[in-house]
């Protein structure tokens, strides 16, 4: 089918300034494949289905916004005080010198403009393959345009328990960077794993994730989107699940004009288990999409989607999450919970929460809720000396807890709670 | 201790008259009991005491200690002193009952100018007030109130009087739910906290919760006003009798 015009047009002139792939080694096939695809379902635009509730035009704009660089002084950097193994990306591009020695048992790191020109790789089954199957039934433009386009990242494949969290902190130095980045992970039969993400990246930002577990492998990964507000970001994790896999997914989000999070999980092998949750915190000109399509297609497998978010001051919040449970996925355990705290009346949560489900032995519940603070309760806290702006805050750390529960370290977790904290605190009339 | 005079309390959002022409003294050191009929407004002197929303006062007073109550927000007559133990305590899911009441302790010890608690010496503090109130360990973990059974939220209110040392305490039913065992519990803890600085308002349907608290002075509250007061004697009254006598005389 023909493309429309209008997205012809806005689809050439944001390819305009990027460098056509190179054709040859199996990554430039991959990309070209990945632009032919591009090039038949244009990029997102306001009207479409699933742009409903939140506008890709910065997105998709052949020039990204620019953002003002931001470093607060006032926190340690985010998982500063762990063991692990530090890899650095300054607006979009791998920092060898700023980054850890990779040296690690069970671990194996590439960059992906050098291994995408060996003659075979293991990431050749992954590299845009994953992104393709996520994109039925809906279209994803952003993440292709990723795999076509992307011109850094890095390979990583877990082939044991990995002792160290990997961490990949993005810097942001440059007020115009508009950064393409694509890692390939592959957790191996039985392995471990743990991704960190954090920092602002660039003022434009697309990322794709693509993970692949294996029968039995575990896959843990938390990021924090930080607290840089002029930065935007579109995002794409995209994770097959084999036998008894285990993946858990956590995001927090403070602050941020435009962030639009996109998982898109398939659960292939029976007894898997994904977990994906969130904690967004917005205050003022700040929009947060959190995009979830989980594919149920083996027999007993467990999904959870616990996303929550605290909107204020005009902020805006998104939820589409689907669970889709295919014919013969029997057992299937899906759970699904979006919820906002609205802690003025300026702030809203559009909700979009869906089930499909062609199975007839399973499980499936779904709930969406936009509420204030419970005036109950606040009343309960205050009657027991608590002021009032730090009861309201307790309540809002409270609603926050069933999403930082799905972290599975204690410790990040009270680092991501200590810094939620200190979030609400600046914001103390 | 506290001096409720001629007050009158209407609902904000409505105009229903609750509380109409209310006095009250109770002195330090002293256990005021106040009987009284369903929705003759025994909880709404105690949420006005302790300053909820929803409540206009038109008319009168209430100090404590000298200091005008109802100029003051929640958590500062919390802290003059102030400690209501709820009819129906409310569930926070999300807040753990341990953080929750070192939170409120140290707001409180913030408050008056003291010392914050240290983690240590406020986990052996409140180790040793639950072991008496026959609280578990996995009680104080757990989110305040949630899924508490309706006497377990009874004994942790009567916990949480018992951190925060308050001056005047305003006990609202809180025998109500209570099994013969936890009563005593509950009574035990009342008593423990008697001295001659601390006073007591003990709402409550029953003579049983007050032959184990013993209250000086006993009061019957009837639509919005105090219409009779009187020794111990006067629980038992109502007791066997029920209130139809004590309204026919004052009536
Ligand atoms: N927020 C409110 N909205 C509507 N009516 C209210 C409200 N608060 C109190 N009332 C009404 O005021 C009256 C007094 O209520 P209150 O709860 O003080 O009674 P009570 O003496 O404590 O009764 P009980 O013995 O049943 O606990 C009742 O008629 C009640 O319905
Ligand atoms: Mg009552």
């Known amino acids: 089918m023909a493309l429309p015009q209008v997205k012809q047009s806005a689809l050439e002139a944001r390819l305009e300034g990027l460098s056509l792939p190179q054709t040859g080694a199996w990554l430039g096939m991959a990309q070209s494949d990945a632009l032919t695809r591009l090039n038949a379902m244009g990029l997102p635009a306001p009207r479409d289905e699933y742009w409903r509730f939140t506008n890709p035009t910065s997105l998709t704009a052949p020039v990204p916004t620019p953002a003002a660089l931001f470093s607060p002084q006032d926190e340690a950097p985010m998982f500063d005080a762990l063991d692990r193994l530090k890899l650095v990306f300054v607006d979009g591009v791998f920092d060898a010198d700023a980054s850890d020695e990779i040296a690690l048992e069970g671990l194996e790191i590439e960059r992906l403009a050098e291994a995408g020109q060996a003659d075979i790789h293991w990431a050749k089954d992954i590299y845009g393959k994953l992104e393709e199957r996520g994109q039925d039934p809906v279209q994803r433009p952003l993440a292709t345009l990723n795999t076509a386009f992307a011109t850094d990242g890095v390979l990583i494949r877990a082939t044991g328990k990995v002792s160290k969290p990997v961490q990949l902190v993005y810097l942001h130095q440059d007020e115009n960077s508009d950064a393409i980045l694509h890692h390939v992970i592959r957790v191996e039969e039985g392995a471990e794993l743990t991704i960190l993400e954090n920092g602002p990246a660039a003022a434009r930002f697309n990322k794709v994730m693509e993970v692949d577990v294996a029968d039995r492998a575990e896959f843990h990964h938390v990021r924090t989107q930080g607290r840089d507000h002029e930065r935007r970001a579109a995002t794409h994790i995209f994770a097959r699940l084999g036998a008894e896999s285990l993946f858990k997914s956590f995001t927090m989000t403070a602050n941020g004009v435009m962030t639009r999070n996109e998982v898109v999980i398939e659960l292939t092998g029976d007894n898997a288990n994904a977990h994906v949750a969130g904690a967004c915190m917005g205050d003022g000109d700040f929009h947060h999409d959190d995009t979830v399509f989980i594919t149920h297609d083996a027999v007993n497998c467990e999904s959870r989607q616990v996303f929550k978010k605290v909107l204020r001051n005009g902020a805006t919040g998104v939820f589409q999450g689907k669970i889709l449970v295919q014919p013969g996925a029997q057992k299937t355990d899906g759970y699904q919970i979006s919820q906002s705290l609205l802690l003025d009346e300026n702030a809203q949560f559009l909700a979009k929460p869906e089930l499909e489900i062609y199975a007839d032995d399973v499980a499936c519940s779904h709930g969406s809720t936009s509420g204030a603070i419970d005036e109950t309760a606040l009343f309960y806290l205050q009657s027991r000396g608590i002021p009032h702006a730090e009861a309201t805050d307790l309540l809002t750390l409270a609603f926050l807890a069933e999403a930082i529960e799905e972290i599975s370290s204690e410790e990040i977790a009270d680092d991501i709670r200590d810094r939620l904290e200190a979030w609400l605190l600046r914001r103390r009339g | ?251």
Do not use: W
Request: charged share 30%; net charge negative.
């Open chain 2, 1 to 251: 201790m506290l001096e409720i005079k001629n007050l009158h309390v209407k609902l904000e959002e409505e105009d229903k008259a609750i509380l109409k022409g209310l006095d009250l003294t109770v002195e330090a050191g002293k256990v005021h009991a106040i009987m009284g009929p369903n929705g003759s407004g025994k909880s709404t002197l105690s949420y006005v005491l302790s300053g909820k929303d929803g409540y206009e006062v038109t008319d009168g007073s209430a100090e404590l200690l000298g200091e005008d109550l109802l100029e003051l927000e929640p958590e500062e007559r919390a802290a003059a002193g102030l400690f209501l133990a709820f009819q129906y305590p409310v569930e926070i899911p999300g807040v753990g009952n341990m953080t929750f009441l070192r939170t409120a302790v140290n707001a409180q010890r913030k408050a008056r100018g003291e010392e914050e608690l240290s983690a240590a010496d406020f986990l052996k503090i409140i180790r040793a007030k639950a072991k008496s109130l026959k609280i578990d360990a996995d009680m104080l973990k757990r989110p305040v109130n949630t899924g508490f059974s309706g006497g377990e939220k009874k004994r942790n209110e009567i916990l949480q009087m018992a951190m925060l040392e308050p001056k005047m305490c305003i006990l609202d039913e809180t025998d109500s739910g209570l099994d013969v065992d936890a009563m005593k519990l509950v009574a035990e803890g009342v008593n423990a906290l008697r001295d001659e600085g601390r006073g007591f308002l003990v709402i409550t349907h029953y003579q049983r919760l007050l032959d184990h608290i013993k209250p000086d002075v006993v009061h019957i509250l009837a639509d919005g006003k105090i219409v009779k007061t009187g020794g111990p004697e006067l629980a038992l009254e109502v007791e066997n009798n029920g209130y139809a006598d004590i309204l026919a005389e004052v009536a």
